[in-house]
Nanobody, 122 residues
Framework: VQLQASGGGLVQAGGSLRLSCAAS????????MGWFRQAPGKEREFVAV????????NYADSVKGRFTISRDNAKNTVFLQMNSLKPEDTAVYYC????????????????WGQGTQVTVSS
């Protein structure tokens, strides 16, 4: 699976962004999809994950209630809607694919996209 993340940018605090991750290659609908982020000088951290059919979602406490993960299996795409953005959300955001396992652990993901920069100004 090849993953291509997009949609990052510069936004003011309180604003919104929608990230997209387009997948190509093997069957997208067989993969649970996650979003992670890495801020400068910090380790990569889990943000959200969605199950293969979208019935199960899990979020980091820091984004719960503000971010929403979704997917469109017909378009081989997973989304991350980010609302009420805060400066501490500034990071490079990565999408990742995991074969039939919902997990928050980055080392358990099989494929990774290249990352898209999100910068939230105060």
């Amino acid at each position: 699976v090849q993953l291509q993340a997009s949609g990052g940018g510069l936004v003011q605090a309180g604003g919104s962004l929608r990230l997209s991750c387009a997948a190509s290659g093997r069957s997208f609908s067989s993969y649970d999809m996650g979003w992670f982020r890495q801020a400068p000088g910090k380790e990569r951290e889990f943000v959200a994950v969605i199950s293969v059919r979208g019935g199960v979602e899990n979020y980091a406490d820091s984004v719960k209630g503000r971010f929403t993960i979704s997917r469109d299996n017909a378009k081989n795409t997973v989304f991350l809607q980010m609302n009420s953005l805060k400066p501490e959300d500034t990071a490079v955001y990565y999408c990742a694919a995991n074969y039939l396992k919902i997990t928050t652990r980055d080392y358990e993901y099989d494929f990774w996209g290249q990352g898209t920069q999100v910068t939230v100004s105060s």
